[in-house]
């Protein structure tokens, strides 16, 4: 309430919170609560803060005029203590606070933990003790001091990696190429081996097909003997 230009009226507060209105609903029986804190009361009981009337959820209804007349009082910013004069309708306020220049904002300097105004900002980075490493503000990851960063063109360098990245994809395809002929060659020449061993187990085999054992040479040679001893008798 203390941010407001003037103390609002007390139909702009909420019952449960004492605090001016936000996004108001209205209940059956007229009374009138921020929906957040008339939802924290109904989890628990299911009775008006007010009256004590049986409240149904559904049957709440969102005050849309009553919020627009709200969002026209006037409000001082919040960093008033820090030397903000501004003041300017509720519903503004959060435009105002994203260019305050009073808005405290932590340093972006990597390791820096100074929080300080948008104002005081850029002269807190020029002596930051922390500035001489930041990152690259055009977000190609590269982490810099002052006086690099004001030198540096990160396309360049992003082209540089690039072509290295290139170089180095050469590199290794020509190597893999080199080693797929080597896997060939080695294969070609196994697959020869292979059919020179299956022609000399081949010729091996039909060699022993044709020679005679010991017990066929045997018989072949009593058989003579037998004949030539009947002739001699005849």
């Known amino acids: 309430l ?6 609002p009226d007390c139909k702009f507060l909420c019952s449960i919170c004492h605090a001016v209105l936000k996004r108001p609903v209205r209940l059956p029986c007229s009374h009138i609560f921020c929906k957040k804190c008339i939802l924290q009361w109904l989890a628990r009981q ?9 409240v149904k959820r559904r049957k709440m209804v969102y005050v849309n ?4 007349t709200i969002g026209h009082l006037k409000v001082k910013c919040k960093n008033a203590e820090a030397g903000c004069l501004v003041t300017c309708p509720l519903a503004h306020r959060k435009g105002h606070q994203d260019s305050c220049p009073f808005e405290p904002i932590a340093c972006p300097n990597e390791g820096c933990s100074a929080q300080v105004s948008r104002g005081t900002l850029a002269e807190h980075r020029q002596h930051c003790q922390q500035g001489g490493q930041q990152h690259c503000p055009l977000g190609c990851g ?19 990696s690039w072509s290295e990245r290139q170089e180095r994809s050469q590199r290794l395809l020509q190597g893999l190429l080199r080693r797929v002929r080597r896997v060939h060659r080695t294969s070609s020449l196994i697959r020869k081996q292979l059919a020179q ?8 085999a039909m060699r022993e097909a044709n020679t005679p054992t010991e017990g066929s040479v045997g018989a072949e040679a009593w058989g003579v003997q037998g004949q030539g001893s009947l002739e001699i008798e005849g």
């Open 142 to 160: 590269a982490t810099l001091g002052m006086t690099e960063l004001a030198h540096y063109n990160c396309y360049l360098k992003l082209r540089e």
């Open 2 to 7: 203390n941010l407001f230009a003037s103390p």
């Open 197 to 204: 061993l299956s022609h000399l187990l081949e010729d091996n």
């Open 46 to 54: 299911n009775t008006c803060p007010c009256c004590r009337k049986e």
């Open 65 to 68: 005029k009553l919020q627009k």
